[in-house]
């Protein structure tokens, strides 16, 4: 199982990213799926969740900004992040998980949002 995290990078205040996670050996569309990001010595914080019955739950810090969708026929999850602020600057992580069984996590990609 493998969960290939993209998308991450440099950008400024107020800019947009689309983070991508594809799973790979796992019916994604089977699993629920969630995006954590972690800061520099803080813990790692769930960002966005969306079921495999399509239902989103967002942190209160990117209601409103962020996104999260699926695409089951290609195994992937996306965050689109927009008006990024300094304080999303991060390394974000997808996670699958299904009832009774292990979480797999993705590698992380980084997101460094400039002031």
């Known amino acids: 199982v493998q969960l290939q995290a993209s998308g991450g990078g440099l950008v400024q205040d107020g800019g947009s990213l689309r983070l991508s996670c594809a799973a790979s050996?796992?019916?994604?569309?089977?699993?629920?799926m969630a995006w954590y990001r972690q800061a520099p010595g803080q813990e790692r914080d769930l960002v966005a969740s969306?079921?495999?019955?399509?239902?989103?739950s967002y942190a209160d810090s990117v209601k409103g900004r962020f996104t999260i969708s699926r695409d089951n026929a290609k195994n992937t999850v996306f965050l689109q992040m927009n008006g990024l602020k300094p304080e999303d600057t991060a390394v974000y992580y997808c996670?699958?998980?299904?009832?009774?069984?292990?979480?797999?996590w993705g590698q992380g990609t980084e997101v460094t949002v400039s002031s």
């Open positions: 996670k699958a998980s299904i009832l009774g069984m292990k979480d797999y």
């Open positions: 969306i079921t495999k019955s399509i239902i989103t």
């Open positions: 050996g796992i019916i994604s569309r089977l699993y629920d």
